[in-house]
């Protein structure tokens, strides 16, 4: 049986675990998800923070979220092993604590979220996410692959119905251009869909044309404004 005095991470779970009402919900899971875990996080913790994302309380979904992106790589496979395609709402906030985490194992529910999610804030956050990976890890022929495969997926992407989509792709394309060195080879593609997006005849709302010009300043090394 847990001490509280030995296992404060213990009583911050059994305190989510408890709420009775979305109030305490939420402020227990703020207690838990900003905790200075340091050495001694527990999969348990973890665990926790996943299970709030399926509560229907978006106000500690979205305390939760930050939390696992805070924990970084570590809550990777927690939230990929929960996913229950049944949960709409829990599903929707794995992809954003996905996207904000950046790490190469959620590629592969972040390129199926961007293409055929019903909902297009979880399509805005996969299309950020896409663009934000965190790939130094990787050799070069395998970073250029996944960069690839961002790539084509946020191409993709330009023809989105909703134009929140369209913006976070030009996000996303312009992160894809200025990866690193290495992705000089996805440049031009990533600037010829930039350009897409910004021409008036091809993009109707002049907001994601702006972000995308935005982008392609960028990509040129030129002032942001």
Not at 95 to 113: F, Q, S
């Amino acid at each position: 049986m847990r001490s509280v005095e030995s296992d404060p991470i213990g009583e911050r779970i059994e305190a989510v675990r408890q709420a009775d009402s979305a109030q305490t919900l939420l402020a227990a899971t703020a207690v838990l998800a900003t905790s200075d875990h340091g050495n001694s996080i527990s999969g348990e913790a973890i665990a926790c923070l996943v299970e709030v994302l399926g509560f229907n309380c978006p106000g500690a979904a979205v305390v939760a979220v930050n939390g696992l992106i805070r924990l970084g790589p570590m809550a990777v496979e927690p939230i990929l092993e929960s996913l229950d395609p049944r949960n709409y709402g829990a599903r929707a906030w794995a992809v954003r604590a996905l996207a904000g985490i950046g790490d190469i194992h959620g590629l592969d529910l972040l390129e199926e979220a961007l293409g055929s999610d019903i909902g297009p804030s979880v399509r805005r956050a996969a299309a950020r996410g896409l663009g934000q990976l965190r790939l130094d890890a990787l050799e070069d022929s395998q970073r250029q692959a996944v960069q690839g495969r961002c790539l084509q997926a946020l191409v993709a992407a330009c023809a989105d119905g909703e134009w929140v989509v369209r913006y976070a792709v030009a996000v996303g394309l312009e992160g894809i251009g200025l990866a690193d060195v290495n992705s000089d080879h996805l440049r031009p593609a990533s600037r010829l869909a930039l350009l897409g997006l910004s021409q008036p005849d091809a993009e109707a709302v002049p907001v994601v044309r702006l972000r995308a010009a935005l982008a392609l300043r960028r990509l040129d090394g030129l002032p942001s404004a």
